[in-house]
T-cell receptor, first 118, second 116 residues
């Protein structure tokens, strides 16, 4: 049961253009969402997050949008740079899950490989 | 501030052996979570520790265990290794008590375990 889905395995974008990465979730208990970037042989690096009480959060070139009714979030990177090329993971957390409290647990999507061409 | 550190970075074991992985969180972080990353299953939550107590556990067999020390450093242990345990094991620390609200986690570089 994949509660967080990133349906696009890969995305290719030209330098300077906008990159839009998408994520869908099914668990209505999720109340906090995060995006991570990962390079090979490294751990994920935290990029930006958003709580369910907001619909948008910006940090520099990164903006995350949350559409709760559609259970959909997206990460916009503007402008895209070649150094942004990496795997991007969407993650979600909840206060509670089927097993009880959900301390310290992030549920991740499968990732999207972003390639930014010079 | 130093980031999350994990040792060793690479490990090769044979089936049936056991292994212990170590994680040092960012200074001041008291919550430590562990994840397993495999090509087939992606990133899967193993367990979380806070103040030396395991507060949450993912859907993994009892061969996977962990502990946390008073200085917040954490170890995870896998006994009776199986081929399918080959994975990248990631540790993450969080500055907040995730029992309250929001939960940014900061990851270490991981330990690459290969089981032969």
């Amino acid at each position: 049961d994949q509660q967080v889905k990133q349906n696009s395995p890969s995305l290719s974008v030209q330098e300077g253009r906008i990159s839009i990465l998408n994520c869908d979730y099914t668990n209505s208990m999720f109340d906090y969402f995060l995006w991570y970037k990962k390079y090979p042989a490294e751990g994920p690096t935290f990029l930006i997050s958003i709580s369910s009480i907001k619909d948008k959060n910006e940090d520099g070139r990164f903006t995350v949008f949350l559409n709760k009714s559609a259970k959909h979030l997206s990460l916009h990177i503007v402008p895209s740079q070649p150094g942004d090329s990496a795997v991007y993971f969407c993650a979600a957390s909840a206060k509670w899950d089927a097993g009880g409290t959900s301390y310290g647990k992030l549920t991740f999507g499968q990732g999207t490989i972003l390639t930014v061409h010079p | 501030k130093a980031g999350v550190t994990q040792t060793p970075r690479y490990l090769i074991k044979t089936r049936g052996q056991q292994v212990t992985l170590s994680c040092s969180p960012i200074s001041g972080h008291r919550s430590v979570s562990w994840y397993q990353q495999t090509p087939g299953q992606g990133l899967q939550f193993l367990f979380e520790y806070f103040s030396e107590t395991q507060r949450n556990k993912g859907n993994f067999p009892g061969r996977f265990s962990g502990r946390q020390f008073s200085n917040s450093r954490s170890e995870m242990n896998v006994s009776t290794l199986e081929l399918g345990d080959s994975a990248l094991y990631l540790c993450a620390s969080s500055p907040r008590d995730s029992g309250r609200t929001y939960n940014e986690q900061f990851f270490g570089p991981g330990t690459r375990l290969t089981v032969l």
